[in-house]
């Protein structure tokens, strides 16, 4: 599968990368090639394969959200860190264009 500059600009753009000219050719060969080698698993029959979930047995081990309060001065010093803040909110950038 050969992706395509404008695919790769795209994606560039979302990761928020700036690419050369150099890395454009390099990535878009390299991805291309990752899309090829992945395209073969459509290849494989696993029709007659058994349904596996977990090999190994393991079973996760979950534990209960508790919320533990911090104190005024651990806030404090947390906000006071922040590069930038609204009241009692850490600002960060945005991940989404604005249209």
């Known amino acids: 599968m050969r992706l395509s500059l ?7 753009k979302l990761a928020k990368l700036s690419l050369t000219k150099e890395e454009q050719e390099k990535f878009c060969n390299q991805i ?11 290849e494989v029959n696993v029709a007659e394969s058994a349904l596996t979930g977990n090999i190994i047995g393991e079973i996760n081990n979950w534990r209960n959200d ?5 104190s005024s001065e651990t806030r404090k ?5 922040a590069p930038e ?3 009692d909110l850490i ?3 945005g991940v989404f264009d604005e249209k």
């Open 32 to 42: 291309s090639d990752i899309l090829t080698f992945v395209s073969q698993l459509k």
């Open 66 to 70: 508790i919320h533990v309060p911090s």
């Open 91 to 93: 600002k960060v950038p």
């Open 77 to 81: 010093a947390l906000l006071d860190a």
């Open 6 to 12: 404008e695919e790769l600009l795209h994606i560039a």
């Open 85 to 87: 803040r609204d009241g």
